[in-house]
């Protein structure tokens, strides 16, 4: 008889929901706390581990073959490392991860983490799958999204995106170190004040919350004012926003005397959204699944048509390029149907970067990634050749990766920056 090889799947229960503590990866601290404070709301307590160093990628190595992602290896080594760490009750707590639903690898991470915890003595833990490709449907009756919260959610990372597209724009030049960061701190304080308690926040009160960031970074005292170099960082979803997972490539740049640039969260969530389009249009897929990313699709264009109304009104700040108008550029360079792992959009997003004057760019991408090297690195050269100003530096990260080595090449690229 073959072996049954299915991993038992625990499911999160409406009982659960009451008194259990829902732990999350970080990648993004900002959005991800705004998301926690809103879910708060609808009687989830969630919290994003917050936890670093060497140790997390050793505790993933311990326990995923050392071939897997590296963003797999760093998620599941910090759950690990968070459930033996004696900080929470194991019998009280559940571990969330997303699901691509795509030709991506992430898509597998859910069964690699269930294995990690049942050789760990932990499987008797709940994971809650979050996805919008209807994998582990109806798994979970404790875990519920409403469309009344992933509106919600969805303006806490209009939010999110907000405060650090400003921010990251700040942080280069401020006279008082850490001015910024409190200035981050006071804003996620006020904002998750502002969605806490039994409320619908009204798109009319996210617009007015655009004006009270601008406002406070506004009151940061700042020096010459976007001087430096700037350099784009563009790549694997994790690998491009985690500080774990890039080994604080900000904070390097940062110390490199350059101004890093990133584009927000919001975009990889409209090129989801638009490949929904995509797969109907190209390969005659689900019309209504269709019409209905169409319409999403809209939606959330409208509302960064709006955030980028507001920064350009109040003139101290550079606004982000129009999503729509980035998904046209990247069509000179690749096709749309190229969408496995970031696919078309690791291009466009470099080609908006140079569009908007950001010529110096570091590609992260987890060794190994298939997808993302084909669509990374193998459209350097095309890039180069429709803009030939395009100082382009690909850096992969792995567990067994040299930091130094890494940050020499993009010290090599910043050598020919303009």
């Known amino acids: 008889m073959p072996e049954n090889r299915k991993l038992?799947?625990?499911?999160?229960?409406?009982?659960?929901?009451?008194?259990?503590?829902?732990?999350?990866?970080n990648m993004l601290p900002v959005q991800f706390k705004l998301v926690t404070a809103i879910m708060a709301n609808y009687g989830y307590h969630m919290?994003?581990?917050e936890t670093e160093g060497p140790n997390i990628a050793e505790c993933g190595l311990k326990n995923v073959h050392n071939d897997t992602c590296y963003p797999a290896l760093l998620v599941i080594g910090q759950f690990i490392d968070a459930l033996e760490s004696g900080k929470y009750d194991t019998h009280k707590v559940a571990l969330m991860i997303?699901?691509?639903?795509g030709g991506c690898?992430?898509?597998?991470?859910?069964?690699?983490?269930?294995?990690?915890?049942?050789?760990?003595?932990?499987?008797?833990?709940?994971?809650?799958?979050?996805?919008?490709?209807?994998?582990?449907?109806?798994?979970?009756?404790?875990?519920?999204?409403?469309?009344?919260?992933?509106?919600?959610?969805?303006?806490?990372?209009?939010?999110?995106?907000?405060?650090?597209?400003?921010?990251?724009?700040?942080?280069?030049?401020?006279?008082?170190?850490?001015?910024?960061?409190?200035?981050v701190d006071d804003l996620v304080r006020k904002i998750s004040h502002d969605f806490a308690g039994d409320k619908f926040i009204r798109y009319k009160q996210v617009k007015m919350l655009y004006f009270l960031i601008c406002k406070r970074f506004a009151q940061v005292e700042l020096k010459d004012f976007g001087s430096k170099k700037k350099v784009g960082i563009v790549g694997e979803i994790y690998v491009k926003f985690s500080p774990l997972g890039n080994n604080n490539l900000e904070k390097f740049l940062l110390s490199e005397g350059t101004e890093p640039v990133l584009p927000g969260l919001l975009?990889?969530?409209?090129?989801?959204?638009?490949?929904?389009?995509?797969?109907?249009?190209?390969?005659?897929?689900?019309?209504?699944?269709?019409?209905?990313?169409?319409?999403?699709?809209?939606?959330?264009?409208?509302?960064?048509?709006?955030?980028?109304?507001?920064?350009?009104?109040?003139?101290?700040?550079?606004?982000?390029?129009?999503?729509?108008?980035?998904?046209?550029?990247?069509?000179?360079?690749?096709?749309?149907g190229v969408k496995m792992g970031e696919g078309w959009l690791l291009p466009a997003e470099m080609v908006e970067l140079i569009e908007e004057g950001v010529p110096n760019i570091v590609?992260?991408?987890?060794?190994?990634?298939?997808?993302?090297?084909?669509?990374g690195k193998g459209m350097i050269r095309k890039i180069r050749a429709a803009y030939p100003q395009a100082n382009i530096v690909s850096v992969d990260y792995d567990p067994g990766a040299s930091r130094i080595n890494q940050e020499n090449r993009i010290k090599l690229m910043l050598s020919a920056a303009k």
Do not use: W
Request: net charge positive.
């Open 8 to 25: 038992p799947h625990v499911p999160f229960t409406e009982e659960m929901k009451k008194d259990y503590t829902i732990l999350i990866p």
């Open 47 to 49: 919290e994003v581990l």
């Open 98 to 101: 997303t699901q691509t639903g």
């Open 105 to 183: 690898r992430a898509s597998n991470y859910i069964h690699l983490l269930r294995k990690a915890l049942i050789k760990s003595g932990f499987g008797y833990i709940p994971v809650i799958s979050v996805n919008f490709s209807g994998l582990e449907k109806d798994a979970n009756p404790g875990f519920k999204l409403t469309p009344k919260a992933l509106i919600q959610v969805a303006y806490g990372v209009l939010l999110g995106d907000f405060i650090m597209q400003i921010h990251n724009q700040c942080r280069p030049y401020e006279v008082h170190k850490g001015d910024c960061d409190k200035a």
């Open 267 to 336: 975009d990889f969530c409209l090129y989801c959204i638009y490949n929904g389009i995509i797969d109907f249009n190209l390969y005659g897929r689900n019309a209504g699944n269709a019409a209905v990313m169409q319409a999403v699709y809209r939606f959330l264009l409208d509302k960064q048509k709006d955030m980028i109304r507001v920064i350009r009104r109040d003139g101290h700040f550079r606004p982000p390029m129009e999503f729509d108008k980035v998904r046209k550029l990247s069509q000179k360079i690749i096709s749309p």
């Open 363 to 375: 590609l992260t991408q987890p060794f190994g990634c298939l997808p993302n090297h084909i669509a």
